[in-house]
């Protein structure tokens, strides 16, 4: 049975940090794209971050220069460091796995950035 599992998130000030993880069980995607997602209440889900196999990255503008994903191959998990937190980036955070669609999803985890 495939598993992610997401960690990291929680609440944060405007312009502070936070890194979220994704762990991978029940088999390897080393050979698969990950990505991590967000849905704010009210709106659709959006891509944030993706990593392809080769280690090839992708941004929407609106994370760009802020936000980074990585992956370690060896542990099956892949990462987000999210730097330079804004309100509008509160949402619930997905993580991806799968090349081909549908993939696999994990569960979310809340990232709330307020003051």
């Known amino acids: 049975q495939v598993q992610l599992v997401e960690s990291g998130g929680g609440l944060v000030q405007p312009g502070g940090s936070l890194r979220l993880s994704c762990a991978a069980s029940?088999?390897?995607?080393?050979?698969?794209?990950m990505g991590w997602y967000r849905q704010a209440p009210g709106k659709q889900r959006e891509l944030v971050a993706r990593?392809?196999?080769?280690?090839?990255?992708y941004y929407p503008d609106s994370v760009k220069g802020r936000f980074t994903i990585s992956r370690d191959k060896n542990k099956n998990t892949v990462y987000l460091q999210m730097n330079s937190l804004k309100p509008e980036d509160t949402a619930v955070y997905y993580c991806h796995a799968g090349t081909i669609p549908p993939g696999y999803w994990g569960q979310g985890t809340q990232v709330t950035v307020s003051s």
């Open positions: 029940g088999r390897s995607f080393s050979t698969s794209a």
């Open positions: 990593i392809t196999s080769s280690g090839i990255t």
